[in-house]
C-alpha cells in the first residue's frame, strides 16, 4: 500500500534559519512526488513536481530533492510569509481503483518569526 | 481569474438533508476530483472524472455522486447528511490523470448540525 509520512509535524524557524522538511514514501512504482503549500483556510498550492530519484526543482528559497525513498524540501533564509503548512504527494502505478490517486501525508507546519 | 472555483465556501446544514457543492476551472484541464479534509488536516481523494468518465472511485458512501456535465465542471451531490461528513471539501483539476500536478481550488466548509 503506497503511504507518505512527513516529519516534523511542525518547525518554529527564526527568520534566515535555514532547515529542511522530510517526505518518506513507499510507492509501488513512482509516477511522480508532488510539493505543494497550503495556508489557513485555503486550498494547496502546486510547488514543485519530481519524477526520478537524483531530480531537483528550485523556486526562490525552496529547493526539492528526491532519492528512491523520499524527498526534501530545503528552505534557505526563510521568511514570514513562507509561514504555511507543506504537503508531500506521491501518485503510484499500480492498477486497480487508487490508479492516478494522489496519496498526501499529514503536513509539516512551518512558522518563521522575523 | 480563479482558476478552480468551488460554491459555497462554507455550507452549514442539518443532518438528514441533501445539499451541492458546484466546482468549476478554467484551465483548460481534462481530469478533475474531489478530495474531502477532515479535522485532522488530512487530505484524502474521493472521486476523479476524466472525460466525462469516473476513473476513480474510493471507498466512499454512495451518498456521496460526483455529476459532471462538461469537461469543466465537477459537482458533489450528498444525500442523508451525516454528522461525519462534517470536513473540508476541495475540488482539483490536471491535465490528464497520471504524473500532472493537480491544482486545487480553496475548499468548501461543510457543517453537519
Known amino acids: 500500500e503506497d503511504q507518505v509520512t512527513q516529519s516534523p509535524e511542525a518547525l518554529r524557524l527564526q527568520e534566515g534559519e535555514s532547515s529542511s522538511l522530510n517526505c518518506s514514501y513507499t510507492?509501488?512504482?513512482?509516477?511522480?512526488l508532488f510539493w505543494y503549500r497550503q495556508d489557513p483556510g485555503k486550498g494547496p498550492e502546486f510547488l514543485f513536481t519530481?519524477?526520478?530519484a537524483g531530480e531537483e526543482k528550485e523556486k526562490e528559497r525552496l529547493k526539492a530533492t528526491l532519492t528512491k525513498k523520499e524527498s526534501f524540501l530545503h528552505i534557505t533564509a526563510p521568511k514570514p510569509e513562507d509561514s504555511a503548512t507543506y504537503l508531500c504527494?506521491?501518485?503510484?502505478?499500480?492498477?486497480?481503483?487508487?490508479?492516478?490517486?494522489?496519496?498526501f501525508g499529514k503536513g509539516t507546519k512551518l512558522s518563521v518569526k522575523p | 481569474d480563479t482558476a478552480v472555483s468551488q460554491t459555497p465556501k462554507y455550507l452549514v446544514t442539518q443532518m438528514g438533508n441533501d445539499k451541492s457543492i458546484k466546482c468549476e476551472q478554467n484551465?483548460?484541464?481534462?481530469?478533475m476530483y474531489w478530495y474531502k479534509q477532515d479535522s485532522k488536516k488530512f487530505l484524502k481523494i474521493m472521486f476523479s472524472?476524466?472525460?466525462?468518465?469516473?476513473?476513480i472511485n474510493e471507498t466512499v458512501p454512495n451518498r456521496f455522486s460526483p455529476k459532471s456535465p462538461d469537461k469543466a465542471h465537477l459537482n458533489l451531490h450528498i444525500n442523508s447528511l451525516e454528522l461525519g461528513d462534517s470536513a473540508v471539501y476541495f475540488c482539483?483539476?490536471?491535465?490528464?490523470?497520471?504524473?500532472?500536478?493537480?491544482?486545487f481550488g480553496d475548499g468548501t466548509r461543510l457543517s453537519i448540525l
Open positions: 482539483a483539476s490536471s491535465q490528464g490523470a497520471f504524473g500532472q500536478p493537480q491544482h
Open positions: 510507492v509501488s512504482g513512482l509516477r511522480g
Open positions: 519530481l519524477y526520478s
Open positions: 504527494a506521491v501518485q503510484g502505478t499500480h492498477y486497480g481503483g487508487s490508479q492516478g490517486n494522489l496519496i
Open positions: 484551465l483548460g484541464h481534462d481530469t
Open positions: 472524472y476524466n472525460n466525462k468518465e469516473l476513473i
